[in-house]
């Protein structure tokens, strides 16, 4: 799903590759066809994962970010927040999942 490994990343765990720019247009893929056929999955963990992969990607683009790990999981945290606020559209609720981080 993506949640779980999220969690163990912004407890400080580095997962090499988990979230890089293959990862993000493989799962944006697999997700949007999951949910056009109709299957029942959720697509809560894969936003948040997506949302935590477009934040990765955008904190390389910063030397100040991209090399302080502390920044990043923040930069991580927040992307977290807005995955679960566009998964549920509920905007309270992605700010309340990312200060349980």
Same mark, same amino acid.
Do not use: D, Q
């Given at each position: ?11 400080? %765990?580095?997962?090499? =590759? ?7 247009? #493989?799962? /944006?893929? $697999?997700?949007?066809?999951? +949910? ?25 683009? %910063?030397?100040?970010? =991209? ?7 923040? #930069?991580? /945290?927040? $992307?977290?927040?807005?995955? +679960? ?17």
């Amino acid at each position: 799903s993506g949640i779980p490994e999220i969690k163990t990343i912004l407890s400080g %765990f580095i997962i090499r =590759g988990y979230l890089g720019k293959w990862t993000f247009l #493989i799962k /944006s893929v $697999a997700i949007m066809l999951a +949910v056009a056929s109709g299957l029942s999955l959720g697509k809560e963990g894969p936003m948040v994962h997506m949302a935590c992969c477009i934040g990765n990607i955008l904190s390389y683009m %910063f030397p100040k970010y =991209g090399r302080n790990e502390a920044k990043k999981r923040e #930069i991580l /945290s927040a $992307a977290s927040a807005a995955g +679960v606020s566009v998964a549920f559209g509920a905007p309270i609720g992605g700010v309340l999942f990312s200060l349980e981080e």
